[in-house]
Nanobody, 117 residues
Framework: QVQLVESGGGLVQSGGSLRLSCAAS????????MGWYRQAPGKRRELVAS?????????RYADSVKGRFSIYRDNAKNTIDLEMHNLSADDTGVYFC?????????WGQGTQVIIFS
């Protein structure tokens, strides 16, 4: 089992920045990819950004966040951070940390991000 705990959500004015953090624990040896997803009210959960735990260049970003968001990995601390800049109302939603293993995936409980103008 893998446990994921998100932190860092909150209320941010449009144009502002926010950094989310995900602390992972448990059987991390099976996890190959970690990332962030979000779900806006009334919409499906969507990928925001992901990267391979072992490193390498296969970092993925949703087109809507490219150039504004960056995902970071700290394997020593077992954390995945999402740095977000130039936030807009379209970025409002619940942000979930995700860990993918070969046969299953894990989710955190989510952290709310609300952008106001």
């Amino acid at each position: 089992q893998v446990q994921l705990v998100e932190s860092g959500g909150g209320l941010v004015q449009s144009g502002g920045s926010l950094r989310l953090s995900c602390a992972a624990s448990g059987s991390l040896f099976s996890v190959a990819v970690m990332g962030w997803y979000r779900q806006a009210p009334g919409k499906r959960r969507e990928l925001v950004a992901s990267l391979p735990v072992a490193g390498g260049g296969n970092v993925r970003y949703a087109d809507s966040v490219k150039g504004r968001f960056s995902i970071y990995r700290d394997n020593a601390k077992n954390t995945i951070d999402l740095e977000m800049h130039n936030l807009s109302a379209d970025d409002t939603g619940v942000y979930f940390c995700n860990a993918q293993a070969p046969t299953t995936q894990y989710w955190g409980q989510g952290t709310q991000v609300i952008i106001f103008s």
